[in-house]
């Protein structure tokens, strides 16, 4: 079972330089290009993998016992000189690299002599903490960067490791017998003066418009939302506060299906995930229909036509995820494993219960018609539509 199906990625260079080309300026932060990961084995797969998932965030908490100046922004392929394509996952914090490609110590490199890992649902690393240079490419370059190196990796594919850019104290446990948190990429760019604040912006395309995203350390980039970008405090509701957490309802039209709860904002999540209950009364008022060979819900075409939006109430503000939104890219069903003609929606059972604390995962699919910034500084959460919120690439 692969780790997750689809996934924003990053080239990046760990104890060497990046030559990348400039782009034009914008706002406060630094832009990165991101691409897409697709690596899908069946549709069943992603429901399994994105459970899997979901039960490893639930319960990470417990088991880990977790109660300057701005500079200008300049876009850069990243791809072109780097050496590693790493996952970027908001909902976890270790960077670690060798899944696929064997890490050679440079004279950057010092091993710290201490075991680390992690698991992800799906996948998990072990291997040997070292600290290194690690260059993202247009000056972020980040000097001693706690990154695991993997001896031993379990349901990877096509990928080098994790950048993960969650919550520090997602590290809390991760190092073998120590219980301190590990500065991520983040709060290493931030604390060494390369970025103004301690946040993350993250854009993204649909499939079918264009696989390929950007990510902003530092800030947002105004470019690539329209409207104006709404922030919320991440939630103070465990265990959706460990995470980056926000307190949301949901409904389909007009009609409720999740009264304010909490839940997370993940990229590494491939679906949108619902409390069980939500789930059923999102398949009830859209008429939707299990299908028994996939496992995701399905809809005729007359069905699709009728869809309604569906509308995901976040700090005052509703972001509305369209028909097409709401429905997977159909020139890929026969990759997923499914029908040609058939249409299947993104939405799927988190297996639990709303009230207890996690009752949503707003994934990959959301997130590529939204955009997003994960603010440490402010620990807060923006979001704004995007060009492609209502697109009808699907």
């Known amino acids: 079972m692969v780790l997750t199906q689809s996934l924003f990625c990053l080239m990046l260079t760990v104890g060497g330089t990046v030559s990348a080309l400039p782009q034009p300026l914008r706002d406060s932060g630094i832009n990165l290009s991101i691409a897409a990961k697709l690596n899908f084995s069946g549709l069943t797969s992603i429901i399994e993998a994105d459970r899997a998932r979901a039960h490893r965030l639930k319960n990470h908490v417990n088991l880990l016992g977790l109660a300057g100046g701005k500079r200008q922004t300049t876009n850069v392929d990243v791809t072109n000189g780097a050496v590693n394509t790493l996952l ?8 670690w690299v060798g899944a696929g490609k064997k890490y050679v110590p440079t004279s950057s490199s010092k091993d710290t002599g201490k075991a680390v890992s992690d698991t992800y649902g799906g996948g998990a690393f072990s291997g040997e903490e070292y600290t290194d240079k690690v260059d993202l490419g247009n000056g972020l370059v980040i000097n001693s960067q706690s990154i695991g190196v993997a001896n ?27 219980d301190e948190t590990v500065p991520t990429v983040v709060d290493n760019l931030a604390s060494q003066g390369t970025i103004g604040s301690n946040a993350v912006g993250m854009f993204f395309a649909p499939y079918e418009e264009d696989a390929s995203g950007v990510l902003t350390f ?78 995701f819900l399905t809809l005729s075409k ?16 509703t972001f509305a995820l369209s028909a ?55 620990s807060r959460i923006g979001l704004a539509n995007t060009q492609y919120t209502n697109s009808e690439s699907n």
């Open 324 to 378: 097409n939104g709401q429905i997977w890219p159909r020139s890929l069903n026969t990759a997923f494993g499914g029908d040609e003609d058939s249409v299947y929606l993104v939405i799927g059972d988190l297996g639990s219960q709303s009230g207890d604390g996690f009752d949503f995962i707003n994934g990959y699919t959301f997130m590529e018609r939204f955009y997003a910034v994960f603010d440490t500084t402010n």
């Open 88 to 95: 970027i996952d908001t909902g976890s914090s270790n960077t």
């Open 152 to 178: 031993e990796t379990r349901g990877f594919s096509g990928q080098d490791g994790i950048l993960g850019i969650g919550p520090t104290d997602l590290t809390r446990g991760s190092i073998e017998g120590s």
């Open 218 to 295: 530092g800030g947002a980039d105004s470019s690539l939302y329209t409207g104006d970008l709404h922030y919320t405090s991440v939630t103070k509701t465990s265990p959706a506060n460990q995470y980056w957490g926000v307190d949301q309802s949901i409904s389909y039209g007009n009609t409720n299906i999740l009264s304010q709860n909490a839940g997370i904002i993940d990229s590494g999540t491939s679906m949108i995930l619902l409390a069980s209950d939500a789930y059923e009364a999102y398949q009830k008022a859209t008429g939707a229909v299990e299908d028994q060979r996939t496992g």
């Open 302 to 317: 007359e069905q699709y036509g009728n869809l309604q939006p569906l509308n995901f109430n976040i700090g005052g503000n």
